[in-house]
Nanobody
Framework: QVQLVESGGGLVQPGGSLRLSCAASGIIFSPNTMGWYRQGPGAQRELVASIASGGNTNYADSVKGRFTISRVNAKNTAYLQMNSLKPEDTTVYFC?????????WGQGTEVTVSS
């Protein structure tokens, strides 16, 4: 079992920045992938960004150049640095952890971009 604890959401003005953190604990070994998804009301959960334990990253087209995902393997923690935030980035963000076919989700953290 893997537990995920997210932090860092909140309210920010358009053009501002936020950093989300996701700390994983439990039975963890490599290789694995950590990522962030987001889901708006009535919408499907969509990938925002992911990073493998080896460092490979993947981004949604809508966030390329604005968001950066990183991780510290020794801490089993992933970060999502979100810059140049737009109102359309407003939604709930979920941390995701994938390990040998198993998928784990965090509880979600809300991001609101509004003036």
């Amino acid at each position: 079992q893997v537990q995920l604890v997210e932090s860092g959401g909140g309210l920010v003005q358009p053009g501002g920045s936020l950093r989300l953190s996701c700390a994983a604990s439990g039975i963890i070994f490599s290789p694995n992938t950590m990522g962030w998804y987001r889901q708006g009301p009535g919408a499907q959960r969509e990938l925002v960004a992911s990073i493998a334990s080896g460092g490979n990253t993947n981004y949604a087209d809508s966030v390329k150049g604005r968001f950066t995902i990183s991780r510290v393997n020794a801490k089993n923690t992933a970060y999502l640095q979100m810059n140049s935030l737009k109102p359309e980035d407003t939604t709930v963000y979920f941390c995701n952890f994938r390990l040998r076919g198993y998928v784990y989700w965090g509880q979600g953290t809300e991001v609101t971009v509004s003036s």
